[in-house]
Structure formats: structure tokens, C-alpha cells
């Protein structure tokens, strides 16, 4: 296993060799730690066991012992032959080099605004997707798991990013290509490290994608040197905490509501029918609670995860490969995602200037989650919106498939639906990267990639008759299915030549010039099946009728790129970038767009003057200014659809056109301007870092559809009209402590971002809230974008007084909801309530966001967590319109028993009454639905504990580790991070009926072999 | 080795330059058309004229709810389950509907949308000179008529409402204020008058199904009767033309909505569908069955349904069945009885169905009257059938002389009109005529053809008619809310829809609805 000599044999006099041991405090061999003769150009590095071997010329050589994350060490050899060294962690982590857009750079030396986080610092958390595990770890970006369904993909927002029609998701770019993949089909398991770009000087090389900020993920490779073969595994069991369930009533509770609400119909409503048999003596059912609806679904599930990993660096040709395999059950019955995925990376080098590389990942994803799950009405709600007398079971072990309730609409059988009907889909993605690297002087580098993302995906979808039907129409019906196929290919050449040089020590520069042409295709295909004679095959071909469709779309985009980093006696930095894109998803009239930046940068502490302040070791000043798109807009926008509008003539189709959509040939990219001013502090030895940025940046030229008049024929056009300001403060504190044999690190980050709508469309037409339930958001200049928009809730009629003397609604009776007279048509009350009385009632932005995390390292112990939270956002639970629907259709909450029924008995004064024609008021949007949605969760804990070996086995960690333990929070929903358009900045905060987070307990086992 | 780098720009090089910029990143949309291709021949100017009659295929469906349901006609069957779903069509039938009820929402727009259309062709087809000139003049003739058409619907339900007379490329342009009830009308007949010329007399029938002379005609003596100002003479000429053209009434009154037998002699003007899977299909008749799990007696098709949720729509009044005379064979090919059981859960399953005429209420038995005209069982498939739509009829166009002619006084020409309507009936003439006689032999003639609404308010009757059938209703029914039936004649128009008037401020509500 020696792989490693020393180069120049012939060139050495009174040559001897030192050979010696290399270790880390703990007693760990290292391997990779390059070994140098001071003075000299002689290099080798440690191998698996942490051994060397050099030679050296004379007693008065001095070796220098250096490897990433240490303290660099010298040693004169003196008379020794043997010379066995133990490295020390380095606490600074200046000199650890960063991924940066087309490049790296040293900490020490960026000028721009950039969060990293090395991978193998997130390996214990066992979940799939890595989105999850950044999760309170990066200042700035607000990650947020809004839906628990497996292979979900979680929703990010950097710097408060927000868009009206673009989106704010992040460019994702795996080893330098801005994939189409995302996160979702690679597995944690292969990042090495993950770089988070936010500033302009950052982005700027990318250009008009980058506004929303950048995720640059590289995955593993090997280093010279680097021999090793590691497997691990993790088995979890996923289950779902009480709380925040819905809190529906009982089967008693629901029958005495119900035999209620037919003795107030006749009360009132002249209702002659009686109290329905079901429903006259609710004492029957006793303690027993019914049926459960929600619960019924649930399941503890279990997941699992394996990766073996091989690496080995030798000197010409490095290479890395990874195996992972991943399963996780959902927690919701007839659930689970699972990936298979590997990766080869390696890196030939045919000469001391000449390298090529290829970089090869697949991966192959199986999922089954049925569509329509989450949402107002959809599986999860209707399931307990159901009455809870219904037993879903029979007693000879059968389940009904429909039920039909006194003034309910007839319900096929939830569970069943849930645990029939298929949906299975799966996705092949291949991404690839090679390149060839070139030095053509010393210091001059030319690079061209080809890069190529290929996606295949085939789902299929089958609803048996028994478990066809809905929300209100009960199985059987006959079957409908369907098969859909998409495919895309994107592929990205790529040319740099970079250039570095420094003159006279003190000038240093750094230059990158570049072209890239980048071009995307879809394809996608659907077959609808209906009328199926039976059951019996679920494929799209045994349907009677089929119906099918294709269709395409593509986008392109060809850029030119520059960039110059210069430094000055290592404390004076600057570094200026552009890029010039030109784009097929933009107007003929705006095809071309420049995305500048500058930085500067100023390392204060190397300069004299701070030389005598002992406790501060570094000190840096930075700033930046530069201009990012965002070019999300669809892919043809900027022309004006013309779609099929048949009719019938002479009994035969008449083929018909018509334009179904505005275009705008001035359409083009959002502009982002963005200015960055950051500090960065090591104090006492570097044991304490901390960085500070304020940025402040402006949105303009929003792509949107501006809402025209329908009087135009059209409900929207697309524009470029439409201005946000953003502005924030990020802190990141990071701490690293030695006690003897302990070592502590722990990091915390907080963000604030803000955002201001300045503009929107000509009119300043507000965008959202146009209905009154189910359309929770509005956007308005002069606010922060996507604010609650609601009535305020203000009780009950309680009595005919207070009926005759309160503005009223038109439906209003004594006993129904009341809500405050804010306003009316000419902006005063006027005794009225109607849908000029709604404002802002909530406001889903948090006054900040926060992540803590701490590593404790004892010998072999070690234990870990990662909090994340978030202070004063609010959100809407509208899933409650539903659940205090008062029309007696619904299970309803416990709560909904304390309602107005009649004068002497008007309940707490919460609930409204039951009178047919007056209770849908109530369940439009107002104040009772908004909560704080503050909270403080334990997204991870971990604790590990490391076995040395030396024989074949290097060593064996067994883990154990939770995720989301607890969670602080005083929203009585399930999840304070659910959320139906994510991050989505003008949706964000809205709650309804979404797939629920589990809780994880995991075991896990990592062997290194040697 | 020392070649490589030569190789390697060479590569480079090709790469890049191998890519025409021009061609990379001019794409356009490869599966349908764009306005980068659209208006380039005479046949897409055809293709969009289909494109603006595409837009009528939705519009019956509004007028059941906004035209007969509002009326006395018609109402609904109430269904406790129904609470959350179908409040805002039933609040339509109630008169506490306010400006967010969708089918007044969509009438409005979908009527915006066909202008929008016809506008464009308007527009493009000025300077457009690759077509023979009586093809341009035809496209010109029909696309305005259609404009005047959806002009005529929407200031006939929501008064004056702005007048959107150019293609719409930007936003500029887009937020008119509204214009006043005379300038839409004005519009309207100015549209027609011009259009009149270029539009063929139907001479062969069936007809295609596209406008004609006669449908501008009577549209045209529509608007006359319709406008603040009414105009009977005018009105009058237009209907006289009408009755030298080639129409005659079918002998029998059924045959009218036979989709064997469509754009017939006595059709003037019929909204178009096809029965299949060309997404050109009719399903009214489906919201008019009662809501019942199996609809087998009715449609022919034995399937389990989500009728429960779908029907029991546009449900005939007792009022309406008991007012036709013995013997008015019109009864019968409109209303029909459904007859069977109800479950404690309130499921109508059906036994039987029969004929309205003189049917009696049978013990332990519930009955739903449905409309018939446009029931042509057994159907294939649920929700797909070909029945069209009929907006015009001789009939319609004699009754409405006859309105006319008793207005100016010639009662004897009224007669004759009427009489003859009443013979193809069955019915014996009457000796005399009124304003009330005629309202009420349309009424019958034209049941459930969407009429009877603007009939009631062109007789000026809608308001006192439809207070006195909602007290009917609110006695027989305990549900009904207090306020509901508060008719005033600030109810004889719709409210301009909720979002129009938060998206465009020039625009002032109707009064009633603010």
C-alpha cells in the first residue's frame, strides 16, 4: 500500500530517508497530510495508516506538516530517522478554500457574501434529501420542510428572495452546471461540500438565474494519496407526535351536534323531518371515541439508508465512487420514496499540465405518494371531515367502500382511497461532467466542459372503482387511470481560460474569461383511461376510452463571462465580474442582458496599526455592489399563445384558433440590484469568528402577470413593471473550544430579512385576496408582499340588542358570526359589513430566523445538536374554515359544541349557529384563523461513539440520532413550517391540511475500512 | 503531448461557433401556435372566426341559472349536503347574490373574451389583403354580429359596461371606465346594421349553424325592444323581414330541440355541440335531472353516478306546469315527472317517470318535475350529449311581432301572430289579445329557452312577479333566509363582478350591490 516516493532521487546528495507516523490528538492516523521540505519543491503525503516517508539532504531541513482543518506544523529533522508528529485542528478556518462560482478561493481572501457547509459535518442525520440537513444552518437562507410527503423537496428562500410569477427557488449547480435535476435525485451521501452565494459579487457569474441566490453543491473526490473504503448504514422509525392534530370530535360528541342541529332546524327553519335514528340517543356511543379518521391513515414507518464509498488517490489518477441506496416508508399508509444512486468522479492527469476529468452520476428514484393528499378538501382533509360514528372497518374484518350520513354528502371510504389507489412513479437522471484542463504557461489554464443532465420519469395512476369518487360523490364508479411519461436533456458546454500571477509578492491577480451555451429540451406525454370495465388491470390499456397528448418546450441561453481578483500585499482586495447573457425566454426587443459586480475588500488586521490589539487575529471589511436576473418566466412568455377554440358547424368539428394569452415582446429578465457590506472578526486565537452583513437590495422590472381588467379579454398580461425592496442583517458566530480532551464547537446564526413592495403593474393593482376564503394573500404597495388579507373576527350576535345595533352582513342573524365595520365603499364604516370591511390581519414574513448548532467531541464520544427557529411570522390554518363548517356536512372541532344556539343558550360566544343560509360567513377568512407562528425546533440530536481499530477495520462509529424531537411553538397546527406554496414569498405561512412531519429515531453504523 | 493544446481550442472553437446565435435562442413553441405564426392567411382568419363562436358554447349555461333560474320558472332542489358547494348558484334564484357569485363572474368574462376575439379580427383583417374580398367581407359580417351578440348579453344583464372596440396588445388600454346602457346599444345596432349586408339569408336547411341574416335581424329587433328608448317600429321591420325569409314553425313543437333534426326551418339562430369526445359536447340536460344515484330511466344509461351533487337544477315550477291550458302539447315536450321513493337521508331514487299533463301526486310517493325539451335518451356516455342550444326561433320572432304590432296598436296583426304559434300547439285561437296574454304564450312557447327573465322585465312585470313567487317560496320552504326575494329594480341587472372592481378603479358598481 506504499504508493507515494520521493520524486527526485537523482538530484539528492548525502541522501537519507525519514519515515514517522502522523496522528491527530485523538490518536486517529491521518491520512493526506502533505509532508514538504521546507525550501525545497519535495512533496509527499501520509498514506491510509498516517505513515511517511521522505528524504531529506541535511540534518538542518525543516519539514512542514500541513492538511486541511490543521494547524500546520514544523519540525527540523535533525539527526532523526523516525519523526512522528501529532497535527492539532487548526481553529482558524481562514485558510480552508472555498467553492466558489467557476472557481475557488481561500476564506481568508473572499470578498464576496458566501455560507459553506462541509458535508461530512451532516452525514449522521438520516434523511434524503439534502435540503433537510441544512436546516438552521446557514445564515441567511430559510429553509423550510413545509410538507412531510417522502421525497418532497423542501423550500429555500435566501435573503428573503421573492418573486411575483418567477419564483424565489435558488439556482441549484451541481459541480459547476446549473442542473434542472435539483436536489431531489442526488443523494446527500456524494456532497462534499455545499457553498451558499449571496451577494452579487458572488452571483454576478451567473448572471440572469442567479437573483434568488446561488447553491453551489461539489460532490466528493479524491486526493492524492487519499485510499479508503467506508460503508455506512442507518435504519429509522418514522412516527407522527400528537400534537397539533385536528381536533375533531368524538363519535358522541358528533352525534349529540347533530342531533342538535336538526332540533334547531326545527326551530327555526320550520324543518319537519325529525332527528334522524343515527343521531337521537348520542349516549349510545359511550367513551368510545369513533373513528379516528386522521389517525387510521397513520403508521410508524421505518427507513432506511446504505452507502459504501471508495476512494483512491493515486498520483495520476484520482477517483472517487459512491454507492447509496435509500428507502423511507411515509408515515401516511401507501407512502414511500425510494433512490438508488451512484457516482464516479475521477481525474486524470497525462502530464504535469494536462488533466481531463469525468464526473459521473445516476441516480434511479422510486416514489409513490397520491396526488391530491394535501390541500382544502383533498385526502388528508376529507378523510376527517368524515363523521366519526362511521366504523371504516366492518366487524368480519371487510371495509365498506361508500358511507351515507343524514345531510352529508355520500363518501367513498377514506382509508380505502388511501390505501388503494396507485400511483406510482420513478426517475432515472444521469448527470454528467468531463472536462479537459489545459496549462498553457505557468499560471495560464484553459478549461472546456461538456456537461449533460438527462431526466426520464413514468408515472402512472390507476383509481379502482371501489375507491373512485370524492369529497361528495361515493364508489362505485367505474375506474379511470392514467400514464404520463416526461424526459428532458440539458446540456452545457463550457470554455474558461484563467490566468493567475503574482508579481513581486505584493500583487496578486486572478483572471477568468469565459463563453457557455446552454441549451434545455422537454418532452412529456399523458394517456387519460376512462371507463374501465373493472378492476382487474390497472394499466391505461384495458381503459374503453384513451385519450392522449404530447408536447414539448425548450429554453437556451448563451453567455459570455469575465472576472479579475486582485490583491494587494495580501490585505488590499478587489475582485470585479460580469456576465452577458443572451436568452431564448425573452422578448425579441430584450434579448441581451449584463450582470456587473464589484468588491472590495480590506483585511484591516494585517496592516501595523492593529498588530499590538492581541485579542483580534483577523479583522476584514468588505463590500459589494452588482446587478443579478432572474429569468423564471416560462419558456415562451413573450409571445402570445395561440390555442385550440373549436366549435361545431354542420355537426362536425370546426377547427378554431384563438390567442389565450397576452405576450409582450419587451419582456425580459428581473433585475436584482444588490449592495453587500460585510465584516468579518477572529477573536481570541481565532476561537471566536464572527461575520456580519447588512445588504440591501432592489427588485425591478418584476416579470409578472399583471391582473388587467377581464373587460380586456384577458385576466392577465405579462410585464416587467413591478419594483421590491429588500434589506437584512445576517450574524454568524462560530466558536471552537479545546478542553483537554473535550472539544466544543458551536455556531449560531441569525437572520432578519425585510422586504417592501414599491410598485406593481401601472395601476398598482394588489395582487391576491380576491376571494374571501382560500385566497389568504395579498401583496399591496406600501406593505411587505404577502400579507393576511381577512375580516376582523369579532365574536358573536349574542342577543337581539346587540343584533339590532351592530353592523350586519347580509345574511347576518342573532347567533351568527360577527365581524368589525372597518370601512365601506367610500373608505368610512357604514354600518355594513361586506368585503370593504377585510384588511390586513397577519403578516407570514418572521421578524427573524434563527439556527443554533454544537458538536461536543469527548475521546470517542461525541454528541451533537441543530436547532432552528423563527419569531414572529404568523400563519393561516384555513384547513379550520372546513373543520368549523357549521352546515352540519362536516366532523367538526370539539370546540364547535360551544356555539350559539339560541339566546339563553349562546354557548362561549366563539361558535356561531347552525341556520342554514348563515353559516358561511364564519368560514371566510378572518382573524380566529391567524396564530403566531414562532417556534423553536430540535431538527437534530445525535450521539456517536467511535471504535479504533488497526486491523483491515480503521475504525467503527455507531450513532444514534433524532430528528425533530421537539418542537416550541404556540400554533396549534401540526407543523409551523407547513406552508402550500412554500417560501414562496407572496404565499408563504399557509396552512392547510398538508402531509404531516414524523419524527425520527435512528440507528447508524459507519466503518472505515483500511 | 504538445499538440493537445491546439486540439483542445480547435474543439473549443468548433463548439462555439457551431452554434448560430440567431438559431439558439430564437425558439418558439413546437406543440401549438403563437402570435409569431398566427394571422399570416386567409385560413387563420377563418380559424379565429371559430374561435369567437367557440365562446357561445358556454353561455346557455350561465342563462339557466341568471335567466331562468331567476325567474319564475324555475328553481331548485335544495340539498343539505349542497351548503358549501353550490351557494352562489342558489343565491341567484333567492336575489342575495351579490358580486362574487361565479356564474355572474363568468357570463361577464366569457362574453369579454368572444369581444376580445372579434376585436382582434377586426383589427388584423383590415390590412390583411391575401383574401378574395367577399370571404373578407362574410368573416367581417359574421365577426360582428358576434361582437353585437355578446355586447347585447352583457349590457342586457349588467347595464352599460365599457366598450372594448380594439385588440388588446398591452395593458394600456385595458382599464375604460364604463360606458353608458344608450352606448352600448348604440354600439350594438351599429354593429348589426353594418353587419346585415354582408350575412347570407338561409336558404338551405339544415343550416351550418353559423349566423345569418336572420339571426342579425332578430337580434337586431332585440335591441330595438331591449334599449332604455324602445323602437317597436324599427323593431317591427326587422321582424317583417325576418318572416320573408325562408322560415316556417315545424308541425310539431318537439321537434324543434331534436338533435336529429337541428338548425332546421324554424331555427334562426342555435348554439352548436356534438355529441363525443371532441370537446365540443353539451351536458345541460344533465344539471336538469333530478339529484338522484342512478339516472337510468331518464338518460338510458345504467351507471353509478355523482348525480347527487350534479343535478337537480332549473327545477319547473308548480306555478309554471299549472298554468298551461289542456291539451298545450308544449307541456309535455318541455316538463316531465320524476316519480319514487326518498330514504331517510333524503335519496330520491326514481321509479317511474311521466308525463306532467295532468299527473296527481301519488301517496308515499315523492315527485320531481324536470325539464324535458332537451332530454334525447338513451345517451352513451354521462355528461356528453349533442343537444344544441336555441336562441332564436320563428316563434320567438313572431311572438315578438306581435309584441310589437299590439304595441303600436294593431291588435288584429298581434292576433294572427299569436294564434298561429297557438295552433302548432294544439290550441284553439284566441279572440282577443293583451301585453299579458302574449308574456304569458311566450312563457310557454319559449320555456326554459332562457327568455322568460328579460321577458318579464322588457313587460315590466319582473319586479311585482318575482316578489309574489318569493313569498310563494318563503312559505313553502323554512330554509329560505329572511332576506332572500328582497326584489327591487335595482335587481333587474347583475353586479359587476368583484374582481373588476378591485383590479380597475374607473369602474363604479350597480346600485343594490354595493
Not at chain 1, 427507513?303 to 459512491?322: E, R, T
Not at chain 2, 316556417?248 to 363525443?276: H, V, W
Request: a negative charge.
Amino acid at each position: 500500500m506504499q504508493f507515494d516516493q520521493p520524486i527526485f532521487r537523482e538530484f539528492v546528495a548525502q541522501e537519507r530517508t525519514i519515515v514517522g507516523h502522523v496522528v491527530d490528538r485523538s490518536n486517529n492516523s491521518l491520512q493526506g497530510v502533505t509532508v514538504t521540505i521546507k525550501g525545497a519543491s519535495r512533496t509527499t503525503v501520509t498514506d491510509v495508516f498516517g505513515n511517511y516517508s521522505v528524504s531529506v539532504s541535511s540534518d538542518t531541513n525543516v519539514l512542514i506538516f500541513s492538511a486541511i482543518g490543521f494547524e500546520t506544523m514544523e519540525v527540523p529533522v535533525g539527526n532523526r530517522t523516525t519523526l512522528n508528529v501529532t497535527l492539532v485542528e487548526s481553529i482558524s478556518n481562514l485558510e480552508e478554500v472555498i467553492v466558489v462560482g467557476y472557481g475557488t478561493v481561500q476564506k481568508r481572501n473572499l470578498v464576496g457574501s458566501v455560507s459553506t457547509v462541509d458535508a461530512s459535518k451532516l452525514q449522521d442525520m438520516p434523511v434524503n434529501n439534502i435540503g433537510q440537513k441544512l436546516q438552521g444552518q446557514i445564515a441567511g437562507a430559510q429553509i423550510y420542510h413545509t410538507s412531510g410527503a417522502p421525497g418532497n423537496n423542501m423550500a429555500i428562500r435566501i435573503r428573503g428572495a421573492a418573486s411575483i410569477n418567477a419564483g424565489n427557488n435558488p439556482l441549484i449547480v451541481i459541480d459547476g452546471f446549473p442542473t434542472v435535476t435539483g436536489l431531489s435525485s442526488i443523494s446527500p451521501d456524494e456532497i462534499a461540500s455545499i457553498s451558499v452565494l449571496k451577494d452579487a459579487s458572488a452571483t454576478s457569474l451567473y448572471g440572469s438565474r442567479a437573483a434568488n441566490g446561488v447553491v453551489l453543491i461539489t460532490t466528493k473526490s479524491a486526493v492524492a494519496g487519499q485510499h479508503n473504503i467506508s460503508f455506512n448504514t442507518s435504519v429509522g422509525l418514522e412516527s407522527v407526535g400528537d400534537r397539533g392534530k385536528p381536533n375533531q370530535m368524538s363519535a358522541r360528541e358528533f352525534a349529540q351536534f347533530k342531533k342538535e342541529f336538526y332540533e334547531d332546524a326545527a326551530r327555526y327553519e320550520g324543518y319537519t323531518g325529525g332527528v334522524p335514528e343515527l343521531y337521537q340517543h348520542p349516549e349510545i356511543y359511550g367513551d368510545n371515541q369513533g373513528t379516528d379518521w386522521f389517525d387510521i391513515l397513520l403508521r410508524t414507518a421505518p427507513s432506511q439508508n446504505y452507502n459504501l464509498s471508495v476512494v483512491s488517490g493515486k498520483k495520476d489518477l484520482k477517483s472517487s465512487i459512491n454507492l447509496n441506496y435509500t428507502r423511507q416508508e411515509g408515515v401516511m399508509l401507501n407512502s414511500n420514496f425510494g433512490r438508488f444512486s451512484g457516482r464516479a468522479n475521477n481525474v486524470y492527469d497525462v502530464s504535469d499540465r494536462f488533466s481531463i476529468g469525468l464526473n459521473i452520476g445516476f441516480s434511479h428514484v422510486n416514489r409513490h405518494v397520491l396526488p391530491k393528499m394535501e390541500g382544502p378538501h383533498q385526502l388528508i382533509q376529507a378523510a376527517y371531515l368524515m363523521d366519526p360514528t362511521i366504523e371504516y372497518k366492518n366487524a368480519d374484518g371487510t371495509y365498506p367502500i361508500s358511507f351515507s350520513r343524514p345531510g352529508m354528502f355520500a363518501n367513498p371510504n377514506w382509508y380505502l382511497v388511501v390505501r388503494d389507489r396507485q400511483s406510482p412513479s420513478k426517475s432515472t437522471n444521469l448527470l454528467t461532467n468531463a472536462f479537459l484542463e489545459y496549462e498553457i504557461i505557468d499560471g495560464l489554464k484553459y478549461k472546456i466542459s461538456a456537461n449533460g443532465d438527462i431526466g426520464n420519469g413514468v408515472s402512472r395512476y390507476f383509481e379502482p372503482s371501489h375507491v373512485r369518487g370524492g369529497l361528495f360523490s361515493a364508489p362505485p364508479q367505474t375506474p379511470i387511470g392514467n400514464y404520463n411519461t416526461n424526459n428532458f436533456l440539458s446540456w452545457l458546454v463550457e470554455n474558461t481560460m484563467t490566468y493567475q500571477k503574482t508579481i513581486n509578492e505584493a500583487h496578486s491577480f486572478d483572471g477568468l474569461l469565459g463563453y457557455s451555451v446552454q441549451k434545455t429540451t422537454f418532452e412529456s406525454g399523458s394517456i387519460d383511461g376512462t371507463q374501465y370495465p373493472d378492476n382487474e388491470i390497472s394499466w391505461v390499456n384495458a381503459a374503453n376510452i384513451r385519450l392522449g397528448q404530447a408536447g414539448t418546450n425548450d429554453w437556451s441561453i448563451l453567455s459570455y463571462i469575465g472576472r479579475l481578483n486582485y490583491s494587494y500585499k495580501n490585505r488590499y482586495l478587489l475582485s470585479a465580474a460580469i456576465r452577458r447573457d443572451g436568452s431564448s425566454k425573452f422578448g425579441v426587443n430584450a434579448k441581451w442582458g449584463n450582470f456587473p459586480s464589484v468588491a472590495l475588500g480590506w483585511i484591516a488586521s494585517e496592516e501595523e496599526f492593529l498588530n499590538h490589539v492581541n485579542q483580534l487575529d483577523f479583522l476584514k471589511i468588505r463590500m459589494s455592489n452588482g446587478k443579478v436576473g432572474n429569468n423564471n418566466i416560462g419558456d415562451y412568455t413573450h409571445l402570445s399563445t395561440v390555442s385550440a377554440a373549436n366549435y361545431a358547424l354542420n355537426d362536425q368539428v370546426a377547427a378554431g384558433r384563438a390567442k389565450s394569452s397576452l405576450g409582450n415582446s419587451n419582456l425580459t429578465w428581473e433585475t436584482t440590484s444588490q449592495f453587500d457590506l460585510g465584516v468579518e472578526v477572529g477573536l481570541f486565537n481565532n476561537r471566536l469568528f464572527a461575520t456580519y452583513d447588512y445588504y440591501w437590495k432592489r427588485t425591478n422590472g418584476l416579470l409578472y402577470a399583471i391582473d388587467i381588467p377581464q373587460q380586456s379579454g384577458f385576466s392577465s398580461i405579462s410585464s416587467n413593471i413591478g419594483e421590491f425592496n429588500f434589506w437584512g442583517h445576517e450574524v454568524e458566530l462560530q466558536s471552537k473550544n479545546q478542553f483537554n480532551a473535550l472539544t466544543w464547537n458551536a455556531s449560531l446564526n441569525i437572520s432578519f430579512n425585510r422586504n417592501l413592495v414599491k410598485k406593481l403593474g401601472t395601476n398598482d393593482t394588489p395582487i391576491g385576496a380576491y376571494n374571501l376564503s382560500w385566497d389568504p394573500h395579498r401583496t399591496q404597495v406600501g406593505r411587505p408582499m404577502g400579507q393576511f388579507f381577512g375580516f376582523i373576527y369579532d365574536g358573536v350576535y349574542m342577543t337581539q340588542e346587540e343584533f339590532d345595533t351592530q353592523p350586519k352582513r347580509a345574511a347576518s342573524m342573532v347567533g351568527t358570526v360577527r365581524f368589525k365595520d372597518i370601512s365601506g365603499p367610500d373608505g368610512m364604516p357604514d354600518g355594513q359589513i361586506t368585503p370593504d370591511d377585510r384588511t390586513f390581519i397577519g403578516d407570514p414574513n418572521p421578524d427573524f430566523i434563527y439556527g443554533i448548532t454544537n458538536e461536543f467531541t469527548y475521546k470517542n464520544f461525541d454528541f451533537s445538536f441543530v436547532l432552528a427557529g423563527s419569531v414572529g411570522g404568523d400563519i393561516v390554518d384555513e384547513s379550520l374554515s372546513s373543520t368549523n363548517d357549521l352546515a352540519g356536512i362536516f366532523n367538526v372541532t370539539k370546540d364547535v359544541a360551544k356555539r350559539w344556539r339560541s339566546i339563553e343558550n349562546p354557548g362561549d360566544g366563539r361558535i356561531p349557529r347552525t341556520r342554514t343560509g348563515t353559516t358561511k360567513d364564519f368560514t371566510d377568512l378572518s382573524t380566529w384563523m391567524v396564530f403566531d407562528g414562532s417556534y423553536l425546533a430540535a431538527k437534530n440530536i445525535t450521539f456517536g461513539y467511535r471504535i479504533p481499530l488497526k486491523k483491515y477495520i480503521e475504525s467503527v462509529r455507531l450513532y444514534g440520532s433524532i430528528q425533530n424531537l421537539f418542537i416550541l411553538t404556540n400554533y396549534p397546527g401540526m407543523n409551523p413550517e407547513a406552508s402550500r406554496n412554500g417560501l414562496n414569498g407572496l404565499g408563504a405561512g399557509w396552512d392547510f391540511a398538508s402531509y404531516p412531519i414524523s419524527r425520527v429515531f435512528s440507528l447508524g453504523l459507519s466503518i472505515k475500512f483500511i | 503531448m504538445k499538440r493537445i493544446p491546439i486540439y483542445l481550442l480547435l474543439l473549443g472553437t468548433v463548439v462555439n461557433f457551431s452554434c448560430d446565435e440567431q438559431s439558439l435562442l430564437n425558439l418558439s413553441p413546437q406543440t401549438y401556435q403563437s402570435s409569431s405564426s398566427f394571422f399570416k392567411s386567409g385560413e387563420h382568419f377563418e380559424q379565429a372566426l371559430i374561435g369567437v363562436y367557440s365562446c357561445l358554447r358556454s353561455l346557455p349555461e350561465y342563462a339557466v341559472f341568471m335567466d331562468e333560474m331567476r325567474s319564475d320558472n324555475t328553481f331548485f332542489t335544495f340539498f343539505a349536503g349542497d351548503r358549501s358547494q353550490a351557494l352562489h348558484a342558489e343565491s341567484i334564484a333567492q336575489f342575495t347574490d351579490d358580486d362574487r357569485a361565479s356564474y355572474t363572474t363568468n357570463r361577464y368574462t366569457n362574453n369579454y373574451v368572444g369581444i376580445s376575439r372579434a376585436n382582434t379580427i377586426l383589427d388584423r383583417i383590415t390590412g390583411f389583403s391575401d383574401m378574395e374580398e367577399a370571404t373578407k367581407n362574410r368573416i367581417v359580417a359574421e365577426t360582428l354580429f358576434l361582437r353585437a351578440f355578446f355586447y347585447f348579453d352583457l349590457v342586457s344583464h349588467y347595464g352599460g359596461v365599457p366598450l372594448q372596440l380594439a385588440e388588446i396588445t398591452s395593458e394600456e388600454g385595458t382599464f375604460l371606465p364604463r360606458a353608458t346602457e344608450e352606448e352600448v346599444y348604440g354600439q350594438v345596432i351599429a354593429d348589426l346594421v353594418l353587419a346585415i349586408p354582408g350575412l347570407p339569408v338561409a336558404k338551405e336547411f339544415p343550416q351550418s349553424g353559423r349566423a345569418s341574416s336572420g339571426s342579425a335581424k332578430m337580434l337586431l329587433a332585440y335591441a330595438y325592444l331591449t334599449q332604455p328608448n324602445k323602437d317597436y317600429a324599427k323593431a317591427a321591420q326587422e321582424l317583417r323581414d325576418i318572416e320573408g325569409m325562408n322560415y316556417t314553425l315545424m308541425a310539431d313543437y318537439a321537434d324543434c330541440f331534436d338533435p336529429a333534426q337541428k338548425n332546421s326551418r324554424e331555427s334562426i339562430f342555435e348554439i352548436q355541440y356534438k355529441e363525443g369526445n371532441d370537446g365540443l359536447h353539451s351536458y345541460f340536460t344533465w344539471l336538469f335531472i333530478p339529484k338522484t344515484p342512478n339516472t337510468v330511466l331518464i338518460t338510458g344509461l345504467n351507471v353509478a353516478t355523482q348525480h347527487i351533487r350534479w343535478g337537480g337544477w332549473n327545477v319547473p315550477t308548480r306555478d309554471l306546469v299549472s298554468t298551461y291550458e289542456k291539451g298545450d302539447k308544449r307541456l309535455n315536450a318541455s316538463v316531465a315527472v320524476a316519480e319514487g321513493t326518498e330514504d331517510a337521508n333524503g335519496t330520491f331514487l326514481i321509479e317511474r317517470v311521466v308525463n306532467a299533463e295532468g299527473y296527481k301526486p301519488q301517496p308515499g310517493k315523492a315527485y320531481y318535475y324536470f325539464v324535458n325539451k332537451y332530454n334525447h335518451s338513451p345517451y352513451a356516455v354521462e355528461y356528453n350529449t349533442g343537444e344544441n342550444w336555441p336562441i332564436f326561433r320563428y316563434a320567438d320572432a313572431l311572438l315578438l311581432l306581435a309584441e310589437c304590432l299590439l304595441e303600436q296598436g294593431d291588435q288584429t296583426g298581434a292576433l294572427r301572430y299569436v294564434n298561429q304559434v297557438r295552433n302548432r300547439a294544439g290550441l284553439a285561437n284566441l279572440a282577443t289579445i293583451s301585453k299579458e296574454a302574449i308574456l304569458k304564450e311566450r312563457r310557454h312557447e319559449l320555456a326554459f329557452e332562457n327568455h322568460r327573465w328579460l321577458d318579464l322585465i322588457r313587460a315590466g312585470k319582473a319586479v311585482e312577479v318575482m316578489q309574489q313567487f318569493g313569498a310563494a317560496v318563503k312559505s313553502q320552504y323554512g330554509w329560505v333566509l329572511p332576506n332572500a326575494f328582497n326584489v327591487t329594480p335595482e335587481k333587474l341587472i347583475y353586479p359587476i363582478p368583484f374582481r373588476e372592481l378591485q383590479i380597475n378603479s374607473n369602474l363604479v358598481q350597480n346600485p343594490g350591490y354595493q
